[in-house]
């Protein structure tokens, strides 16, 4: 079973930092590339940051410089640093392949002004 678990979640004020973990399984991991997306209120959900086996690393321009994802492939766990935070950050973040599919329940970020 392929399986996410998204983790790391809050409520935060602006300016402030948080780390998600997303466990993933069921799944070569170390050999896949891992992304996270997030989906705000009445927007579609979009990707935010990738990460390749290799450890190359992509951001939307929105996040660029702020947020950091990593993978520990021993783990099976891929993390986002987020710094900075604005209120435009709020949404639920998931993780997944770059052809995503069995989204896990992702996990809620809030930030407030």
């Known amino acids: 079973q392929v399986r996410f678990v998204e983790s790391g979640g809050d409520l935060v004020q602006a300016g402030g930092s948080l780390r998600l973990s997303c466990a993933a399984s069921g799944f070569p991991f170390s050999i896949i590339a891992i992304g996270w997306y997030r989906q705000a209120p009445g927007k579609e959900r979009e990707l935010v940051a990738s990460?390749?086996?290799?450890?190359?690393?992509n951001y939307v321009d929105s996040v660029k410089g702020r947020f950091t994802i990593s993978r520990d492939n021993r783990k099976n766990t891929v993390y986002l640093q987020m710094n900075s935070l604005k209120p435009e950050d709020t949404a639920v973040y998931y993780c997944?392949?770059?052809?995503?599919?069995?989204w896990g329940q992702g996990t809620q970020v809030t930030v407030s002004s």
């Open positions: 997944n392949w770059l052809n995503p599919k069995y």
């Open positions: 990460i390749t086996s290799g450890g190359d690393t």
